[in-house]
């Protein structure tokens, strides 16, 4: 489980090639789409893929924008520089995408009221808030 407590995680990434060999160069681009819509690309050159290669890419958490719903979006062969056939049953250029969804959990708390920049007309307010994961013991 990620949380915001910790600094950074590590995304493995397997990447296959069944098809020919080749030596060709290429990039992978991993694009994280945090849960206010913002997207950061990381790029790795990847040499050659002959069958089989994992990667690992250290990725940091950045507590104040992450917690929620981050979207990971790995695209291999971004600048399609790789040349493949069209082939119906591998897929041809589309099957170099793939998405996942992780769920960067905080034990913060969020205010709630009064919103920011409220005008309150008593002396004294109170504060209300929520926790950034309901399954934090209080």
Do not use: C, H
Not at 74 to 89: C, G, H, L, P, W
Request: no cysteine; net charge neutral; glycine share 4%.
């Amino acid at each position: 489980q990620v949380s915001t407590d910790i600094d950074s995680f590590t995304v493995e990434i397997d990447l296959k090639n069944i098809a020919r060999a080749t030596n060709d160069t290429f990039y992978l681009n991993v694009t994280r789409t945090f849960p206010n819509g913002t997207d950061t690309v990381f790029r790795v050159k990847i040499e050659r893929l002959y069958y089989q290669q994992k990667v690992s890419l250290k990725i940091p958490v950045l507590p104040r924008f992450s917690a929620g719903i981050n979207k990971f979006t790995v695209f291999a062969d971004a600048d399609k520089i790789v040349t493949e056939k069209s082939n119906r049953n591998m897929g041809g250029e589309d099957n170099n995408m793939a998405s996942v969804d992780l769920v960067i959990t905080t034990k913060d708390l969020i205010p709630t009221y009064p919103p920011n920049f409220a005008i309150v007309p008593q002396n004294s307010v109170k504060l209300q808030a929520v926790t950034g994961n309901l399954f934090v013991p209080l």
